[in-house]
Nanobody
Framework: VQLQASGGGLVQPGGSLRLSCAASGFDFDRYAFGWFRQAPGKEREGVSSILRDGYTSYANSVKGRFTISRDTTNKMVYLQMNSLEPEDTAVYFC????????????????????WGRGTQVTVSS
């Protein structure tokens, strides 16, 4: 299982970014995916997850601002982030595991076995 996150950068408050996670080396359709983030001095926290049937979940802090999606054809997972706030500053990671439909919200890091390297998102004026 290989995961590569990209798309991070520096953005002003209120701006947008789209993170991408390229997946390879496994059967994409069988996996659920999650986005997590870790700010300096803080624990890694769940941001959003998507099951293989398209069911999505979001942390309360990002509901209405972030959207997760998956592209089976290109084996990509995306996180569209709008109305970014300084509190969103963190390293963002994508993760994958074989959770079936009906698993609900997967927002705990311990629920995922496979992780990619992170991408830095900085929200600052």
């Amino acid at each position: 299982v290989q995961l590569q996150a990209s798309g991070g950068g520096l953005v002003q408050p209120g701006g947008s970014l789209r993170l991408s996670c390229a997946a390879s080396g496994f059967d994409f359709d069988r996996y659920a995916f999650g986005w997590f983030r870790q700010a300096p001095g803080k624990e890694r926290e769940g941001v959003s997850s998507i099951l293989r049937d398209g069911y999505t979940s979001y942390a309360n802090s990002v509901k209405g601002r972030f959207t997760i999606s998956r592209d089976t054809t290109n084996k990509m997972v995306y996180l569209q982030m709008n109305s970014l706030e300084p509190e969103d500053t963190a390293v963002y990671f994508c993760a994958a595991d074989t959770w079936p439909p009906g698993s609900g919200a997967l927002l705990l890091p311990r629920l995922f076995a496979s992780w990619g390297r992170g991408t830095q998102v900085t929200v600052s004026s």
